[in-house]
Protein backbone atom coordinates (compact mmCIF):
# COMPACT_ATOMS: atom_id res chain seq x y z
CA UNK A 1 0.00 0.00 0.00
CA UNK A 2 0.78 3.61 -0.85
CA UNK A 3 1.98 6.38 1.86
CA UNK A 4 -0.20 9.56 1.49
CA UNK A 5 3.12 10.83 0.42
CA UNK A 6 4.15 8.49 -2.51
CA UNK A 7 -0.03 9.10 -3.96
CA UNK A 8 0.57 12.91 -3.71
CA UNK A 9 3.94 12.44 -5.78
CA UNK A 10 2.07 10.22 -7.82
CA UNK A 11 -0.76 12.46 -8.33
CA UNK A 12 1.36 15.58 -9.18
CA UNK A 13 3.33 13.68 -11.66
CA UNK A 14 -0.14 12.87 -13.50
CA UNK A 15 -1.38 16.57 -13.14
CA UNK A 16 2.02 17.52 -15.09
CA UNK A 17 0.77 14.85 -17.47
CA UNK A 18 -1.81 15.73 -18.71
CA UNK A 19 -1.76 19.80 -17.79
CA UNK A 20 -0.57 20.04 -21.39
CA UNK A 21 -3.98 18.93 -23.22
CA UNK A 22 -6.13 21.12 -20.65
CA UNK A 23 -3.83 24.05 -21.90
CA UNK A 24 -3.62 23.54 -25.53
CA UNK A 25 -7.51 24.69 -24.71
CA UNK A 26 -6.38 27.73 -22.74
CA UNK A 27 -7.03 26.11 -19.49
CA UNK A 28 -4.82 24.84 -16.68
CA UNK A 29 -4.71 22.55 -13.56
CA UNK A 30 -3.16 23.00 -9.83
CA UNK A 31 -3.15 20.34 -7.41
CA UNK A 32 -4.49 21.21 -4.42
CA UNK A 33 -4.63 18.18 -1.85
CA UNK A 34 -5.74 15.00 -1.59
CA UNK A 35 -7.98 13.85 1.63
CA UNK A 36 -9.88 11.37 2.47
CA UNK A 37 -9.08 9.53 -1.39
CA UNK A 38 -10.41 12.51 -2.59
CA UNK A 39 -8.14 14.83 -5.12
CA UNK A 40 -9.09 18.38 -5.01
CA UNK A 41 -7.87 20.75 -8.48
CA UNK A 42 -8.42 24.19 -9.25
CA UNK A 43 -8.98 25.13 -12.49
CA UNK A 44 -8.41 27.75 -14.28
CA UNK A 45 -8.19 29.80 -17.55
CA UNK A 46 -10.77 28.69 -20.11
CA UNK A 47 -12.06 25.82 -18.03
CA UNK A 48 -13.96 27.74 -15.87
CA UNK A 49 -17.46 27.83 -17.35
CA UNK A 50 -16.64 25.78 -19.77
CA UNK A 51 -19.61 23.54 -20.13
CA UNK A 52 -17.89 20.30 -20.95
CA UNK A 53 -15.37 20.67 -18.30
CA UNK A 54 -17.39 18.39 -16.44
CA UNK A 55 -16.89 15.83 -18.94
CA UNK A 56 -12.94 16.45 -19.22
CA UNK A 57 -12.73 16.05 -15.67
CA UNK A 58 -15.20 13.04 -14.74
CA UNK A 59 -14.40 10.78 -18.29
CA UNK A 60 -10.92 11.88 -18.99
CA UNK A 61 -8.84 13.23 -16.03
CA UNK A 62 -10.36 11.66 -13.14
CA UNK A 63 -11.30 8.30 -15.14
CA UNK A 64 -7.19 8.06 -15.94
CA UNK A 65 -5.78 8.98 -12.30
CA UNK A 66 -8.57 6.29 -11.03
CA UNK A 67 -6.67 3.48 -12.78
CA UNK A 68 -3.22 4.68 -12.06
CA UNK A 69 -4.38 5.20 -8.47
CA UNK A 70 -7.07 3.04 -7.27
CA UNK A 71 -7.53 4.07 -3.91
CA UNK A 72 -8.88 7.59 -5.56
CA UNK A 73 -12.19 7.84 -5.07
CA UNK A 74 -12.79 11.29 -6.66
CA UNK A 75 -12.03 14.53 -8.51
CA UNK A 76 -13.31 17.40 -6.63
CA UNK A 77 -13.05 21.00 -8.99
CA UNK A 78 -12.17 23.86 -7.38
CA UNK A 79 -12.72 26.71 -9.38
Known amino acids: MQSQQ ?11 EVKPYVQQHSGDLE ?12 I ?8 LSFYTF ?3 IEKKLKERIPS ?7 E
Open 6 to 16: EIELSIKAFIE
Open 31 to 42: YIKCENDIVYIK
Open 44 to 51: KGACIGCP
Open 58 to 60: TMG
Open 72 to 78: IKKIEIV
